[in-house]
């Protein structure tokens, strides 16, 4: 990885995985391919990458935040997979994603138009699991960044992928003039140092900690996990009530750009689908705001889709059946338009996971 600052750290330890989801915890895998833009095999040039996505997963959504707001929409092409992955009666497996423009959505009871066939290959490979086989190897993540001129896969890691286009945005093509810029990882190492520990600790109680929270199948784990992510959230929204408009201060940084796909998916997703009901964001004055402040920059709105992410988090499971709230005090993402709504739910006073009397 070209940029100095530590990434891999981030990742949690893979210690004993097999032990601890016997033991009802989830524990995400490590991404296999970390190449980087900029290594001799794999130079900046315009035209020459892509990215493979699934809109409704957060990883995928920092990575396409990336390429929006760097002004690289045109210079590194896109794919977008269907929200919902292949069913377990599928022939080719089940669980897996799949380039399929036509698949009806449960939600809209159409076709996602966001949705693509997979053109990077010049193979029109149906699922993003034969992108990885075309290299003997046995992964099925989104994102991929994929090189179109060398057939190859660079990096699945989105952590190190937005990195990367950060450091190369000028380079790969970017329409911003080098003063439009924004700095996602500014040079000065003590801002550096702030950002990695903000990265890090949000990964895990909040990005992370949202899927370890929805995904336990052990109270005492899910527990764990919902006393982490909200206290976090109380730290976030006690530091933005300063009156700073981003995590680090005046400019908007890395850091922000990794907790925005997770607080777009709270209200209208997480608080359901991952049982971290303890309050909305709505109801964290300074929290709102921020994430309000964030939708509104160029490049963050489109880069997000609700339908995907409600499509890909409730279609397989809850009966196939799409919740559609909530509606108050008005629908999302319209929502995201109105900062004057902030605190309009009570003052977060949340319950004790351990009082809680069946
Ligand atoms: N550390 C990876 C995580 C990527 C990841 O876990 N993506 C999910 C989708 S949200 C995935 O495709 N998982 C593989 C699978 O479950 O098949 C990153 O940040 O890029």
Redo the contacts with the bound molecule.
């Keep these: 990885m070209t940029e100095s600052g530590n990434l891999s750290s981030i990742?949690e330890d893979q210690g004993d995985a097999a032990a601890r989801r016997a033991k009802g915890e989830f524990v995400?895998?490590?991404?296999g391919f970390r190449h980087a833009i900029g290594d001799p095999d794999f130079p900046a040039e315009p035209g020459r990458y892509h990215l493979h996505v699934?809109l409704?997963?957060?990883?995928?959504h920092?990575?396409v935040l990336a390429r929006n707001i760097l002004g690289l929409q045109d210079a590194v092409t896109m794919d977008v997979a269907f929200p919902n992955?292949t069913g377990d009666d599928d022939p080719r497996g089940g669980?897996?994603?799949e380039f399929n423009p036509d698949r009806i959505s449960s939600l809209t009871g159409a076709a996602l138009p966001e949705c693509t066939r997979e053109t990077a290959t010049g193979r029109n490979l149906p699922l993003?699991?034969d992108i990885y086989l075309a290299e003997d190897a046995q992964?099925?993540?989104?994102?991929i960044l994929y090189d179109k001129r060398a057939g190859r896969i660079v990096n699945?890691?989105?952590?190190?992928?937005l990195r990367m286009l950060a450091a190369n945005a000028l380079p790969l093509g970017s329409v911003l003039a080098r003063a439009q810029l924004p700095d996602l990882y500014p040079g000065d190492a003590g801002l550096r140092s702030e950002i990695d520990d903000l990265n890090a600790m949000l990964y895990t109680a909040v990005n992370n900690g949202a899927y370890k929270a929805g995904f336990s199948s052990d109270q005492a784990v899910y527990a764990q996990a919902f006393a982490a992510y909200f206290d976090a959230l109380d730290a976030i929204d006690s530091r933005l009530s300063d009156g700073r408009p981003f995590l680090t201060g005046a400019d908007f940084t890395e850091a922000d750009l990794r907790l925005f796909p997770t607080l777009y998916r709270h209200d209208p997703v997480y608080y359901l689908r991952m049982k971290l009901n303890g309050a909305r964001i709505l109801d964290y004055p300074h929290l709102w705001r921020w994430l309000c402040r964030v939708h509104a920059l160029p490049g963050v709105a489109q880069s997000g889709s609700l339908i995907h992410c409600r499509q890909g988090y409730f279609g397989r499971s809850w009966n196939g059946v799409v919740p559609l709230g909530p509606s108050t005090p008005m629908p999302y993402p319209q929502a995201y338009d109105h900062p004057e709504l902030a605190g309009r739910g009570a003052p977060v006073q949340r319950a004790d996971p351990g009082c809680v009397k069946p």
């Design positions: 990742e995400r895998g490590v991404s699934a409704n997963c957060p990883w995928c920092r990575v992955r669980g897996l994603w993003v699991r992964e099925r993540s989104v994102p699945n890691e989105s952590a190190e992928i």
